[in-house]
């Protein structure tokens, strides 16, 4: 499963969102699909579950989450500085 | 604002509001799926200690959180931990606001004073309201 297939499950788990992530583009705003800040802090340790990793403190911006492929960006970005 | 002789401008002295309402169950629901992860990503040790991890009391601190977030205006690609906004209480018992980190350093660029919040919860719902004092400052003109 690629990391975004991943990121858009976590989303249909905890992020609340009103359309079904496989129905948004990877560029969709999420805040405008439903996603609340609180539910971002869901989704974002939902994505540290999933892929073993933590975003830290200087990814915690809305930007971060603001989309499938912002989120998957930063978790591949995550997962190189880790490799 | 206005402008003097001199060159310069002047910002009037003024308040800056923020609110935020928020749901408790959602608090409850995330402590059920991430338990001490999600506390202590958005609780500091004495937010905790001081709510007793009542999630009525947990929910109202994280919505002076976003409060502040609001009030402060903080841009989208600014990294604002949620521990640096400390809900505590001053001697009565009243709700207090202590910034760290970033967002203390944004609040200083805006020149905040002084910040005031009152939090309140009923019904499954709690919510804070935040006013923050920003003070006159005086800087040149951009030519």
Redesign the interface.
Known sequence: MSAVDTVRRVLDT?GKLKTPAGALTEDDDLYAAGM????S??V???V?DAFDIEFP???????TF?SIRSISSAVEGLLEAAA | MFSTRAGTTIERPGVLVGCDIHPVFNVVESIDVFGERYLARVFTPAERAASGEAPERLAARYAAKESVLKLLKIPADVAVPWTDIEVGADPNGAPTVALHGRAAEIAADLGVTTIELTLSHDGGMAMAVVAAMVEARESAIAA
Do not use: I, P, Q
Request: aromatic content about 0%.
């Open positions: 905890h609340t800040s609180h539910a802090v869901n974002m340790l939902a540290e403190d200087e990814l915690l911006t809305k930007t603001c």
